[in-house]
């Protein structure tokens, strides 16, 4: 694996980034989070024990790896202190080896009060933490920011202005109950111990070890199909999720880039609402769902399924720079005598598919290409025909272990 690696999901979220992540990590020296809050879940297994995470990068589970949490991201206090919580207590330290940045927009009670009214009216499907009212507020210049946690008293007069708005939009707006001020102000102050022990001015951070040639993973949270700019508007989440949002999300340009690995599943899920050309439900879907497990992280709600949609993915790839292509749960697909794959859209933005044959053969135990059926070799390679871009992992489970890499 080359030296600075971005790690992105194509589609709509869940193409078990998490996974690759942690397993690249090993030979990283550090990890960092450019976008997003805890609406992302990661799943991994490690040592046959399932962990889920929201806002911390995998890398943690690593102890020699050094965690970030960027700018872009937007930040809840009590999510990210359970999470720390949960990880100390099955013996993950975090002392010396995981900042946040300072100018992390903070999610309040009030964004997740507003979130879960408005969704009710507006269906977007999604995931009632309070993100895309958050990051409204740090557009509108007008963000609480873990670096004013340093000074609560400062901070009163700003947080009242702030907390009296939201509640105008719960009360009027939505005729839901409004936040006392008291209760947003004592998160804020019980929480002040994660400002004194994790803060950090990260983007200086970053430079520093981007000169010092340090090997670093950037894990994006969500897919390119959630992107605020590039998704499918208006069913998408409120950050940039594509490639992009590395440099504004932690301040390092393009350039100190070596390999950009997209990862797709090896056929197409998404949770909430919204567009999905080759969604399918049918008996397909049933299995697709059944034998992948797909249940949201997040929220546990039931994922919709469907087969691989490689006219979008063409787009993603172009709009990220794919230089690498990761296909996860290849062995999903197993079980099926034909596998789908969508070329095209007829005028009425229909899919069309070409049919391609399965395999009916287990993959969960192969660790090499070559070992992989015939037919599953063609999956993968007519992949990376359509979409001109080279193939590198292959995921066939949810362990470290199960994954294939191309020489
Ligand atoms: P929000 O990010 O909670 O505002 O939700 C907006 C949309 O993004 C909804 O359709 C969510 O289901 C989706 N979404 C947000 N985070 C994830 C994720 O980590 N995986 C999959 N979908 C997500």
């Given amino acids: 694996m080359s030296k600075n690696t971005l790690i992105l999901g194509l589609q709509w979220g869940d193409e078990g980034k998490g996974k690759i992540v942690d397993a690249l990590a090993e030979n990283s020296e550090a990890v960092c989070r450019f976008q997003g809050g805890h609406n992302a879940g990661h799943t991994l297994k490690v040592d046959g024990e399932q962990k889920v995470l929201h806002l911390v990068p995998s890398g943690i589970l690593h102890p020699s790896v050094h965690c970030v949490l960027g700018n872009g991201l937007v930040l809840s206090l009590p999510a990210l202190q359970k999470e720390i919580t949960e990880l100390e207590e099955?013996?993950?330290?975090?002392?010396g080896r995981f900042y946040v940045s300072d100018d992390c927009a903070l999610i309040l009670p009030?964004?997740?009060?507003?979130?879960?009214?408005?969704?009710?009216?507006?269906?977007?499907g999604t995931t009632g933490r309070g993100i895309g009212p958050a990051y409204e507020d740090k557009v509108a210049r007008r963000a609480i920011r873990f670096g004013d946690l340093q000074d609560l008293d400062k901070l009163q007069n700003r947080l009242e202005k702030l907390v009296d708005y939201h509640n105008k939009i719960l009360v009027h707006l939505y005729d839901a109950e409004p936040i006392p001020f008291q209760d947003v102000m004592d998160e804020l102050r019980n929480h002040q111990s994660l400002f004194q022990k994790f803060h950090s001015g990260t983007q200086d951070l970053l430079r520093s070890w981007v000169k010092e040639n340090k090997k670093i993973i950037f894990e994006g949270a969500q897919g390119s199909m959630l992107d605020i700019d590039h998704g499918t508007y208006p069913y998408v989440t409120?950050?940039?999720t594509t490639a992009g949002g590395l440099s504004t999300g932690l301040g390092v340009g393009p350039k100190y880039l070596d390999t950009i690995l997209g990862i797709t599943k090896a056929y197409t899920t998404r949770v909430g609402e919204?567009?999905?050309?080759?969604?399918?439900?049918?008996?397909?879907?049933?299995?697709?769902?059944?034998v992948g497990h797909e249940f949201g992280a997040t929220t546990g709600r039931p994922r919709r399924c469907g087969?691989?949609?490689?006219?979008?993915?063409?787009?993603?790839?172009?709009?990220?720079s794919v230089t690498t292509l990761c296909i996860t749960k290849l062995d999903v697909l197993d079980g099926f005598t034909e596998i789908q794959v969508c070329v095209d859209y007829d005028d009425e933005q229909n899919p069309i598919y070409k049919t391609l044959p399965g395999w009916k053969q287990e993959t969960s135990g192969i660790r090499h290409f070559n070992d992989l059926p015939q037919?599953?070799?063609?999956?993968?390679?007519?992949?990376?025909?359509?979409?001109?871009?080279?193939?590198g992992i292959v995921s066939v489970g949810p362990s470290r272990d199960q994954t294939i890499y191309r020489a």
């Fill in 274 to 290: 919204g567009p999905f050309a080759t969604e399918l439900f049918d008996a397909n879907a049933d299995q697709l769902a059944k």
């Fill in 307 to 320: 087969w691989l949609d490689l006219k979008a993915l063409e787009t993603i790839v172009f709009i990220n």
């Fill in 90 to 95: 099955s013996g993950i330290n975090f002392t």
């Fill in 375 to 391: 037919a599953a070799q063609d999956y993968i390679i007519f992949i990376e025909g359509v979409l001109d871009c080279p193939v």
């Fill in 238 to 240: 409120s950050s940039s």
């Fill in 110 to 124: 009030t964004h997740i009060a507003i979130d879960k009214v408005r969704d009710k009216s507006e269906g977007i």
